[in-house]
């Protein structure tokens, strides 16, 4: 589907470009344009109303499908924009829900996604069908109530209900945790989306799961043996803003890292310094989130055939080629011992 890129220029700038490029690609969205606001935000559109009308035109006359916000919108904004712009408008938030719903490969997964989309769904829906049956029927406005509460009570109810079943699955996946714990290590493989976590773990076990050129292709934690008694664990990546909502629903997946008994942390040479300690400060805020900070950890960085060496102690490594595997399974092996 054709689709634009709407953001404000504001810090990080062309690294929030790139990564929202990324997933738009990934979501499957072919991105003709972006629009760029150098002011600052607005409340109604997030952008102001000339650019809004300067995204009507273009979209008009190239049959754009899709605007896609790399700021985060509220349910007032999103109502506002597409009334304006008579196409769906999405932001960050509703994208990687999409691109998490492309990948999720398990009912786990799904109902990870079906549960962030409809905590986020809740005000709009509130605010959708309240307007809706206010301008339908003028002077009704108690019925008008009564349907948006039955709908909002149907949401906690779907909610409550996928609540309890995500509660079994974690249930299950920490008896699993605990039985391979008592039958060996686990070393997990942590690190920002797209860095190479799952061709190290391919690489390093032969495992062949799923490696692309995409972000969030892992989204449920996968474990492989390394040697006798010591597991692998491949995660789902990490992003810089990911909204607590998803943090919170895919919390099970991250809870398995803090009991691990290492942490590779694995980092991107081919990143630009800036990025590098970016995508490093999020890895470490995310690990304290899910207090993992008493695991011990390991750096890795990954890719040293399209990229530099960097300042700090990291044990070097391409996993597409091969180089240094060997050498980082015995640290490893030895770190473990
Ligand atoms: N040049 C180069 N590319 C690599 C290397 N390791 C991985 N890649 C590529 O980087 C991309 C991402 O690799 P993945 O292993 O899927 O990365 P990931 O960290 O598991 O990503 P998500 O699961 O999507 O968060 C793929 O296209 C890999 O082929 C490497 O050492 N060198
Ligand atoms: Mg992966």
Do not use: W
């Not at 530099?308 to 399974?329: D, M, N, R």
């Amino acid at each position: 589907m054709k689709s634009v890129i709407v953001m404000l220029k504001e810090g990080e700038f062309e690294e929030r470009k790139e990564e929202i490029g990324m997933l738009a690609k990934t979501g499957g969205y072919a991105v003709l344009e972006h629009f760029i606001q150098d002011k600052r935000a607005r409340a109604k559109f997030l952008v102001g109303k000339g650019k809004v009308e300067e995204i009507h035109d273009f979209i008009k006359s190239h049959k754009v499908g899709l605007v896609i916000f790399e700021n985060y919108l509220n349910s007032r904004q999103i109502m506002s924009l597409e009334r304006e712009l008579r196409v769906p408008v999405i932001d960050k938030y509703d994208l990687i829900l999409n691109v998490f719903e492309r990948h999720a490969g398990s009912r786990e997964a799904q109902l990870q996604i079906e549960l962030a989309r409809l905590n986020r769904n809740i005000p709009y829906i509130k605010m959708a069908t309240g307007i809706r049956v206010r301008t339908d029927h003028p002077g009704f406005g108690s019925s008008g109530e009564y349907i948006v509460r039955s709908t909002i009570a149907n949401i906690h109810k779907r909610i409550k209900k996928i609540e309890g079943e995500l509660e079994k699955y974690s249930k299950r996946t920490r008896e699993q945790a605990e039985r391979r714990r008592k039958k060996g290590k686990i070393v997990s493989i942590v690190g920002y989306t797209n860095v190479g976590k799952t061709t190290i773990l391919n690489a390093l076990t032969g495992a062949g799961k799923r490696e692309r050129d995409e972000l969030f292709t892992t989204l449920k934690s996968k474990t492989a043996a390394l040697s006798e008694g010591i597991f692998l664990m491949d995660t789902i990546g990490f992003i810089r803003n990911l909204p607590h909502e998803l943090v919170y629903a895919f919390r099970a997946t991250l809870e398995e890292i803090k009991n691990s008994d290492l942490i590779l942390i694995v980092m991107d040479a081919s990143d630009s310094d800036e990025e590098f300690q970016r995508k490093k400060d999020i890895c470490e805020i995310t690990l304290a989130k899910i207090e993992a900070l008493d695991v011990p950890v390991m750096y890795v960085l990954n890719k040293i055939d399209i990229g530099k060496s960097k300042e700090g102690e990291y044990v070097p490594i391409s996993a597409k080629h091969g180089t240094g595997i060997e050498e980082l399974k015995q640290e490893i092996i030895e770190s473990l011992g």
